[in-house]
């Protein structure tokens, strides 16, 4: 223990001078009694011990041969190699051994690099969070576009990172900012970068399409060079402070709305980071005049791709289903069962060839059916057999006691197809108020043949004095009557 020279001087002065013991001065002073010994000359010191060889010396060449070809390698990994060469200390001991001779990486140093007005515009994505949708939830995500020298950037927020998102958002910031930089400068997303090995980059041709029509060149930053895309990356955390900080984004249409206001009076009115004096609005004046010309008309940035129509006249896109009228799915029509979808953020539309067969306003959300007012009339009218009865259904709907007269055909095996259809042509003739009845005088009797059936008809006919149930059309001069024969044994007899 240490103490400082005053107590050191007390501690002599109590036992040389007034003779006090050893535990006397330890309380007194409140130090501990081999202080006392140690300063009054009591307690020899102790002789230093010998130094040991480390343990590690065994292995120091091997490991600083390791970490200079490997300098990641984990500590653990290196106590294993080292064990396996006769080490025989604690992985604690190795592993402070390796935090001092790790070789430490060098740093880089970046450039300050600056830009020319209308020279170079940056964009990237920031992740919000997730929003409710019909359906579930959905992944939100702001794009930013930010022209390099003036500051000036506008934003929206989106549901997908697909290429024709990007497409669409490159198109609303161009005519937002009222031209476009000669160099867009990205990250390297799937959606820009399809393949890439050092500066060689192959780019999503969509993409490439759009940038000639704009005249604009692409250009992907170096990975973890954060000075080539530096002040996109400033724009989205001033976004996050000052715009998205204790601000709730319930959904698409709401977040753009206040950003769009949150662009024109706050963001493009602060101070320029570089230029003293100036706004951003300022220098974004100055800037539009070096910006290009947009092109007329605008490019079409819609998806556009082939769909099925299924069975039930409808279409799947985006894992979920559109409506379409019901004649495209009719396979014994000639007609398409193949059209075209073209979709944006906010319409779905549905062509045959040029012409438009129905849109939809865009769903985000899954497994979510779309429905137009009056599609299953439309199905109905198309398909009869969709509302007609079948057979058995038919029969049972008119006739009370059906279900009963199919269980005695059942029991005793009869078809039921056969028995069906000649039911149904008794109930075509005769009507269902009297076969009714005579399916009622069947069951009673406990019979089963369609036969009596046909017999407990006609007789029910003849007394009701009603027309014979021939499916014969006569021409408008002829009236149906009843042929009554006449007795026929007298042809023979002589006059």
Not at 106 to 112: A, G, H, P, Q, S
Not at 131 to 153: C, D, E, H, K, N
Not at 295 to 311: G, H, N, R, S
């Amino acid at each position: 223990m240490t103490v400082s020279r005053e107590i050191e001087t007390e501690i002599r002065v109590l036992y040389y001078g007034e003779h006090l013991k050893v535990g006397t001065i330890a309380s007194q002073l409140a130090v501990h009694a081999d202080v006392v010994r140690r300063v009054t000359g009591l307690q020899a010191p102790r002789a230093p011990l010998p130094p040991r060889e480390s343990l590690i010396e065994e292995v120091r060449a091997f490991i600083e041969e390791t970490l200079a070809r490997y300098p990641r390698l984990r500590a653990t990994r290196v106590y294993d190699m080292a064990r396996q060469r006769g080490y025989r200390g604690s992985v604690r001991t190795l592993r402070e051994h390796v935090r001092k001779v790790r070789p430490r990486a060098m740093k880089e140093t970046f450039l300050r690099l600056s830009v020319l007005p209308g020279e170079e515009a940056q964009v990237d994505w920031a992740y919000i969070g997730e929003v409710p949708v019909p359906g579930g939830t959905r992944s939100l995500w702001l794009f930013v576009m930010v022209l390099s020298w003036s500051r000036a950037s506008w934003g929206e927020f989106v549901f997908d990172l697909s290429v024709w998102s990007l497409l669409r958002s490159l198109t609303r910031a161009c005519q937002f900012l009222g031209g476009t930089p000669r160099e867009w400068v990205f990250d390297n997303p799937k959606t820009v970068t399809l393949e890439r090995h050092g500066d060689a980059v192959r780019f999503h041709p969509r993409l490439l399409e759009l940038s000639g029509l704009y005249a604009a060149r692409l250009r992907v930053c170096q990975p973890r060079r954060g000075n080539e895309k530096g002040r996109v990356e400033r724009h989205i955390r001033y976004f996050r402070d000052r715009f998205l900080s204790a601000r709730e984004i319930g959904g698409r249409e709401q977040g753009n709305r206040e950003l769009l206001t949150f662009l024109d009076e706050i963001a493009w009115v602060r101070p320029h980071p570089e230029l003293p004096g100036r706004t951003v609005r300022n220098c974004y004046e100055e800037e539009r005049s070096r910006l290009l010309p947009l092109p007329e008309p605008p490019p079409c940035t819609d998806q556009v791709l082939p769909v099925a129509v299924d069975k039930t006249a409808f279409c799947q896109f985006d894992r979920n289903l559109y409506s379409v009228p019901p004649q495209y799915s009719d396979r014994r029509l000639n007609s398409p069962n193949t059209l075209t979808l073209a979709a944006d953020d906010s319409q779905v539309r549905f062509l045959d060839g040029a012409e438009v067969v129905t849109s939809h306003p865009r769903c985000f959300g899954r497994r979510q059916v779309l429905e137009l007012p009056g599609h299953r009339e439309a199905v109905l009218a198309l398909k009869p057999g969709a509302y007609e009865p079948k057979g058995r259904d038919r029969l049972r709907a008119q006739l009370p006691r059906m279900d009963a007269l199919y269980e005695r055909w059942v029991e005793v095996g009869r078809n039921l197809g056969s028995m069906t259809t000649r039911t149904l042509k008794l109930l075509d003739l005769y009507g269902a108020p009297l076969l009714g009845e005579a399916v009622a005088v069947v069951l009673d009797r406990g019979m089963h043949d369609p036969g009596a059936l046909a017999a407990l008809c006609e007789e029910r006919r003849r007394a009701a004095h009603a027309p014979v149930p021939l499916d014969v059309h006569l021409p408008s001069h002829i009236h149906d009557r009843d042929v009554i024969p006449h007795d026929l044994e007298t042809y023979d007899e002589k006059p």
